[in-house]
């Protein structure tokens, strides 16, 4: 099955600053990399995804970066504002229809 | 409905009882997926849905837990003889279609303690 690795588990960063997380995947199959928001007690949120036909997608602050042949996939966040903070988790399918996810990041946004 | 809806949404039960989760996903959404989230920790798959057949089952911990779907819509996650190692938050997801390229809506999750 699909083994996704996600770095870093914590993150801080000043307000004003961009934010990287980066995460790998094994299986070759997928194609379809989500990244999803979890602000605390609530559910996680679909934020932005990406499918493997294009390199970058990008949506006001927040970009996701597809390198298929290493396998690795980016969120970057710039001009990073408190509400930001959140745990944000990356996925991918593999050859399965269910997502498998990366163990989160804990992302928190100094003011 | 307009959203993926999930209850109860605090449960506390006895070790040793059972326990019935239920989902109610986002109509028209054929797809539907079961996870469980320790605290603090990621996301475990546990069974996913497309219509009322369940293909995948591999994620479910033990023979203890259990899922049915009926008439393509709500879900029932069952948990028999429950033990405290089964305290988590249980979320539910649908998506349009099960497949690649569909991202999950999820519901606030099921919060079970195990006392």
């Known amino acids: 099955g699909e083994n996704v690795e996600q770095h870093p588990s914590t993150l801080s960063v000043q307000e004003g600053d961009s934010a990287v997380i980066k995460c790998t995947y094994s299986d070759s199959a997928s194609n379809y990399f989500p990244w999803y928001k979890q602000e605390l007690g609530k559910r996680p949120q679909l934020i932005i995804d990406i499918r493997s036909n294009v390199g970058e997608k990008k949506d006001q602050r927040i970009a996701v970066t597809l390198n298929k042949t290493a396998k690795h996939f980016s969120l970057h966040i710039t001009e990073t504002q408190p509400e930001d903070s959140a745990v944000y988790f990356c996925a991918a399918p593999g050859g399965s229809y269910q997502l498998t996810f990366g163990k989160g990041t804990k992302l928190s946004v100094i003011p | 409905g307009a959203g993926v809806s999930q209850s109860p949404s605090n449960k506390v039960t006895e070790k040793g009882k059972d326990v019935e989760l239920r989902c109610d996903p986002i109509?028209?959404?054929?797809?539907l997926y079961w996870y469980r989230q320790s605290l603090g920790q990621g996301l475990e798959f546990l069974i996913y849905?497309?219509?009322?057949?369940?293909?995948?089952k591999s994620g479910l911990p033990s023979d203890r837990f259990s899922a049915e779907r009926t008439g393509g819509s709500v879900s029932t996650l069952t948990i028999q003889r429950t033990q405290q190692e089964d305290s988590a938050v249980y979320l539910c997801?649908?998506?349009?279609?099960?497949?690649?390229?569909?991202?999950?809506?999820f519901g606030s999750g099921t919060r079970l303690t195990v006392v």
């Open positions: 109509s028209g959404h054929t797809a």
């Open positions: 849905f497309q219509g009322n057949s369940a293909p995948d």
């Open positions: 997801a649908s998506s349009p279609t099960s497949g690649q390229g569909y991202g999950y809506t």
